[in-house]
């Protein structure tokens, strides 16, 4: 089975602080996703990454940075945490070997920002 | 640019009874469509998709999902609820290529609440 972990369930944080939420993924997929979830907003695409070194702006990308120096890692990055940013994060993996594979999901880190 | 609507921000079923949760789509070219799921606390789980073929696809846990290519809809089915397929469903699409194939699109979800 796919296996997604997030560094942590619960983080909270207060304004101004920079945040790191780490992804990792054990199937050795090339694509990698962040999105965060808003109730009423359902799941909007933050940043994802084709590929080690390689990432995209997703739909909401502001105030936000991400890394992805090795294969089963993609870490998101809040340079500096404010309360807007308060939200559940969901990251997701993906091999495109097959054109059809679906996305897998960690557990997601819901992170509170005071 | 594609997009997921999901008209029904709530379903109320009584257990036993069929259910069906809505979803249309837009988007250019053939459409990749997916269920997922989302319990209390937890990440997403993948439930079905489709991708080309019958247009009645089966999924995990006895759900079923009928893609309507003139009504541009994949709503989800089950014919008999269970209290414990009560959650948070996800209905999302992406293009089967060109741009925006590896971005999936996401509703807004629609939470299911199986009466028992």
């Known amino acids: 089975d796919v296996k997604v972990t997030q560094s942590s369930r619960y983080l909270v944080k207060r304004t101004g602080e920079k945040v ?15 999105y ?11 940043y994802f990454s084709y590929d080690v070194k390689m990432k995209e702006k997703g739909d909401i990308p502001e105030g936000y940075s991400v890394s992805r120096e090795k294969k089963e890692r993609f870490s998101l990055i809040l340079e500096s945490a404010s ?31 005071l | ?28 070219g053939n459409p990749y469509l997916f269920w ?18 019958d247009n009645l696809v089966k999924g995990s846990y006895g759900f079923e999902a009928e893609f309507n290519k003139s009504q541009t809809s994949f709503h989800l089915k089950k014919p008999s609820a ?13 293009p089967g290529s060109g741009a925006g194939s590896y971005q999936l699109t996401f509703g807004k979800g629609t939470k299911l609440s199986v009466i028992p």
């Open chain 1, 36 to 46: 965060r979830q808003d109730p009423g907003l359902g799941l909007r695409l933050i």
């Open chain 2, 82 to 94: 269970l209290v414990s397929d009560s959650a948070l469903y996800f209905c999302a699409v992406r």
């Open chain 2, 36 to 53: 997922y799921v989302q319990y209390p606390n937890r990440g997403l789980q993948f439930l079905l998709k489709y991708i080309t073929g």
């Open chain 1, 83 to 113: 309360t807007n940013q308060t939200s559940m994060y969901l990251c997701a993996s993906r091999a495109p070997s097959s054109r059809y594979n679906e996305q897998f999901f960690g557990p997601g880190t819901r992170l509170t920002v």
């Open chain 1, 20 to 34: 790191f939420l780490e992804c990792v993924q054990d199937m050795d997929h090339e694509n990698m996703f962040w």
């Open chain 2, 1 to 28: 640019a594609q997009s997921v609507a999901q008209p029904e921000d709530q379903v109320n079923v009584a257990e036993g009874n069929p259910l069906t949760v809505k979803c249309t789509y837009s988007v250019s």
